[in-house]
């Protein structure tokens, strides 16, 4: 048997989340179907983020086992042949028994986009947040310093969060103005379940002026969800990298032009 990672990346919106779930369309299930059709055999993969229904990836990584001996560009436009046009493997190598693609990662990184203007998007509907409140970017990334390091995130995770502790460590938290786009981007050890959409609400609240900048660090002291703001929406989260120890050799992308969107440039 082979171990063998897989980069992948999606479009989430029509997509009931990664996880696999009986009757619904999951990006697991598609693509562990696909693979199933190029090594001819059942196929069952691990992702290093569990991503939640209508949220992107620009960069996750999964691994799975089989006995099948294929070329890794089998793998990529193999798979690719079977799978809609909202799932693309981009990447497949073998990788050494101890790999995992959750447990093995270092960091993750993920960006949250909104589309700031007065009207609706329509060609990129599905793939960013729109909040028609004037954001102010420059007081996000003020009340984002209060987040940085290792916190108790609780006022950040969701109610059905299963993780063991509510510890984590963001090591860089930016928020920027491109044109009518608002960009966040953040690097952490792990993340909670909702834990960005649940800042990007926050810092959402500060920038549209309708909290103080010291909220975030309030929020965060409370350890509280209640003491939280809203929910930001799915459609403007993107998981964009996974890190991992460099022996395991796995690709990540190192700068916005290996991603290709406008709000990345």
Not at 116 to 121: C, S
């Amino acid at each position: 048997m082979t171990r063998w990672a897989l980069g992948v990346e999606y479009n989430g919106a029509r997509f009931c989340g990664w996880q696999s779930q009986v009757g619904v369309p999951t990006v697991q299930d598609a693509l562990e179907h696909a693979l199933a059709q190029v090594a001819g055999e059942p196929v069952r993969v691990v992702a290093a983020g569990r991503t939640d229904t209508g949220v992107h990836a620009l960069g996750q990584v999964v691994h799975f086992e089989s006995g099948a001996q294929r070329r890794p560009e089998a793998f990529v436009r193999g798979t690719n042949t079977h799978l809609s046009g909202d799932v693309a493997v981009l990447w497949a190598q073998p990788v050494p028994d101890d790999f995992h693609a959750r447990f093995a990662a270092c960091e993750r990184r993920y960006r949250y986009v909104w589309l700031n203007r007065r009207v609706r998007p329509g060609l990129l509907r599905d793939r960013v947040s729109f909040d028609y409140r004037p954001l102010d970017a420059a007081r996000m990334q003020d009340a984002a310093a209060a987040l940085l390091g290792r916190h108790d995130f609780s006022a950040f995770r969701a109610a059905q969060c299963q993780a063991k502790t509510p510890v984590r460590t963001v090591h860089a938290l930016s928020i920027e103005r491109r044109g009518p786009f608002v960009v966040m981007a953040i690097c952490a050890d792990a993340f909670l379940h909702h834990m960005v959409r649940n800042i990007a609400g926050v810092l959402a609240a500060i920038g549209a002026g309708e909290r103080p900048v010291a909220w975030a660090a309030e929020v965060l002291a409370a350890r509280k969800r209640a003491a939280g703001g809203i929910t930001a929406p799915p459609h403007g989260l993107y998981l964009e990298a996974v890190d991992y120890p460099d022996r395991y050799g796995i690709p990540v992308p190192q700068g916005r032009a290996d991603i290709g969107w406008p709000f990345f440039a």
